[in-house]
């Protein structure tokens, strides 16, 4: 064997790093999750002890958890135990077919639906009250209608429809009566003959549910009904118990420009108004963030968006406005801790930046505004200490890892706590990422972009670009944050452009950017995606006969859009589980920001796929699932049939029995599903054969192109 003198053992050295610089990601670890080691989990902050010490959890690579009291001046950490807790041991298991099992605030009594009907156990005494008696197939008690669910309360509710009151003595609940709501046939295959789901479905311009809003109590059974009509056109939101025992309800009108909120007399059921909103386009119904009761009862803090931008008001427990901490043309979001006693909020705001989330102290009367964070960064999360002194937050930017620390309030960092760089960080070679605004094409909005450029990116060379959008209000993806996956990077090795655009309506521009789709839904939005695409294609290193974008649901719609609408700009799509037209889609979320099709039938017919369908040049790929409760497979199928017609080429791929998410009811169906996009990406994209890896994963074998 050759030995080597220490020049050449440096030099050999120097090459071994040089290539530890620049590992690649498997097949395996970008598609199938096998460990990279290239980051790790930050620490958790579960709670301060006092001004000097904090809980923190630390996870080892094992996954094992331990919990440490940390000292904030030393940083020396001791074992900790949580407190026994003094709540009722919770002994008792729910029926076999009960729903949403959630125990009271006390821990004595369970609440859960079954068949509809709302009941309550009491593990004291072991018995179990039945509370309505009414529930059936379209009678629903505490067990929200699918609409409800979806667009209302939020997918996190699993259709919990009741609400334990503070001193655990009652519960509100909502009553659902779907007899006027229309039925839509989901055909499911299954034995010889298959059958139909008929969901109760309300879609833009029909009948909603019929609710009522009741209150029982767990004690007598007793349920008082509040003072609303069932048979009125409305929604309810999400109700609030205030700290004094009250209950208080989100009452909003058909067409969702007119909020109330009312507080509802617990024996009577009577209704007395609180606060009153009403804009000219629509506002948001939301799932119990819209308050914050001050810690004294003695009132609330609101978030409304009515003057264009979410903002901070301070009302007393009549609603009479006290005070405006915030005011301004940026976005407020979370109230992380209110010091009632100084009179001072303390919360973040995407003001600095759009694309960023920066901390924010403000005195009541919005007279004092200061910066907690500082920097070219965006921070999350704010845990306070109970004096006030520090607070831990987490920090990055789309170079920058996301590093948690302990800063003081005059924003002196006093020690990093943890990084999520793992311990094979340093050894792959990242993509560079660029995040840019491109002007839209009426000059009014500056669009954020995200840029990720291949690995060892040439821009003498030309590169497909892949657009991977959603593009609902409110809905923005673009920030200038650290996110990096093993994905991400295989397809940076591969060669591929990767992007995400937003538009007008995404956040970053406020209520007042939103209110552009008013009535028109997709259509400046598309625009917005093409100025994106336009301005790419511009650039020397984009191959612009290679310009793909991908999503799913509004994303779907949004890709399909963009190969017919905007044929000019896109060449290939992939879109996944899509609304074409949106009078197939349901009524609360539609008419939020459309009206109703007999209201608004232009709006309607200028946001339709189909009525772009014969511009359609590029390819496309229609995928969806037949079982899909939430966008139905009408979509594409009315889609379909207009390109049919249209003697249109496309593409099509049918997911039997699946939902909106393809792969939800069958891992092998979804791993088919990626797989095919995958090939999709290099046949027309990349250009070149897709790795055997990807076919011998599915079992089958390559194909050619």
């Not at 007119?258 to 009403?278: N, R, T, V």
């Not at 901390?359 to 965006?378: E, I, V």
């Not at 200038?480 to 996956?485: F, P």
Request: glycine share 8%.
């Amino acid at each position: 064997m050759k030995k080597l003198s220490l020049v050449g053992l440096l030099v050999a050295g120097t090459s071994l790093w040089a290539i530890a610089q620049n590992k690649e990601v498997t097949y395996d670890q970008a598609f199938r999750n096998a460990p990279t080691q290239l980051t790790q989990t930050l620490p958790q902050i579960s709670k301060w002890i006092d001004d000097n010490q904090y809980v923190e959890t630390r996870r080892d690579a094992g996954g094992k958890s331990t919990s440490v009291i940390v000292n904030v001046k030393t940083g020396v950490s001791t074992p900790y135990e949580e407190p026994k807790s003094t709540v009722a041991a919770k002994d008792f298991a729910a029926p076999k077919d009960a729903k949403n099992l959630t125990w009271s605030p006390d821990g004595k009594l369970a609440a859960y639906t079954l068949n509809n009907n709302l009941y309550v156990h009491n593990t004291e005494t072991g018995q179990t009250s039945q509370l309505t008696r009414d529930g059936a197939e379209n009678i629903k008690n505490g067990y929200a209608s699918w609409v409800y669910f979806e667009e209302i309360l939020g997918r996190g509710s699993r259709y919990r429809a009741f609400w334990w009151s503070n001193d655990s003595k009652r519960i509100a609940f909502m009553r659902f009566d779907d007899s006027q709501v229309p039925t839509f046939p989901i055909y499911v295959i299954k034995d010889q003959h298959g059958y139909l789901e008929n969901e109760h479905y309300p879609k833009a311009g029909d009948p909603n549910p019929q609710v009522r809003v009741g209150v029982a109590d767990v004690g007598n059974g007793a349920i008082t009904w509040a003072d609303f009509n069932e048979k009125d056109d409305q929604y309810f939101g999400a109700p609030y118990w205030a700290p004094n025992g009250q209950l208080w309800v989100q009452w909003m009108n058909r067409g969702q420009d007119q909020l109330k909120l009312y507080q509802i007399d617990l024996a009577s059921g009577a209704k007395k108004p609180i606060y009153e909103e009403q804009q000219t386009t629509w506002i948001d119904l939301d799932k119990g963030d819209r308050i914050d009761f001050l810690p004294s009862g003695k009132g609330f803090i609101l978030k409304s968006d009515k003057s264009g931008w979410a903002q901070l008001s301070i009302h007393d427990m009549d609603g009479k406005l006290l005070f405006q901490p915030t005011n301004g043309e940026y976005t407020v979001g979370s109230v992380f801790k209110v010091d009632e006693k100084n009179k001072v909020l303390y919360f973040n705001a995407r003001k600095e930046n759009s694309a960023r989330w920066d901390l924010y102290s403000a005195s009541f009367d919005g007279k004092k505004l200061t910066r907690l964070s500082n920097g070219d960064y965006s921070y999350s999360g704010m845990s306070i200490s109970p004096g006030n002194k520090y607070f831990i937050t987490s920090y990055s930017n789309i170079s920058t890892p996301t590093t948690m620390v302990l800063m003081d309030m005059k924003g002196k960092l006093i020690r990093e706590i943890g990084n999520v760089k793992g311990s094979a960080f340093a050894e792959y070679a990242l993509p560079r990422k660029e995040l840019v605004r491109v002007k839209s094409a009426d000059g009014l909005f500056d669009l954020p972009v995200l840029i990720t450029y291949p690995i060892n990116f040439d821009p003498s060379k030309k590169y497909p670009v892949l657009a991977s959008i959603y593009g609902g209000p409110n809905a923005g993806r673009v920030m200038d944050t650290w996110q990096t996956s093993a994905t991400e990077l295989w397809w940076a090795k591969e060669g591929m452009i990767q992007v995400v655009f937003d538009n007008r309506s995404s956040g970053h521009f406020g209520k007042k950017g939103m209110n552009y789709i008013h009535r028109q839904m997709g259509k400046y939005e598309i625009e917005d995606y093409m100025q994106c695409g336009k301005w790419l294609k511009e650039k020397p290193f984009v191959d612009g006969s290679r310009l793909g974008i991908t999503g799913g649901s509004f994303g779907g719609y949004m890709t399909c859009m963009a190969l017919t609408y905007g044929a000019d700009v896109f060449t290939h799509g992939v879109a996944n589980a899509s609304v074409t037209d949106w009078q197939f889609y349901d009524s609360h979320y539609t008419e939020r920001y459309m009206d109703t099709p007999q209201e608004n039938p232009e709006g309607y017919k200028n946001t339709s796929v189909m009525t772009y369908a014969d511009k359609l040049k590029g390819l496309l790929r229609i995928v969806h699932g037949t079982s899909d409760d939430n966008v139905h497979m009408q979509n594409s199928l009315m889609l379909i049939d207009k390109l049919q017609n249209l003697k249109k080429h496309f593409e099509f791929m049918l997911y039997p029995g699946e939902r909106h998410g393809i792969g939800g009811n069958n891992a092998a169906k979804g791993l088919h599903n990626r797989t095919e996009a995958y090939n999709f990406y290099y046949q027309y994209l990349l250009q070149k054969p897709m790795p055997q890896e990807f076919w011998q994963n599915t079992g089958t074998t390559q194909r050619g192109f």
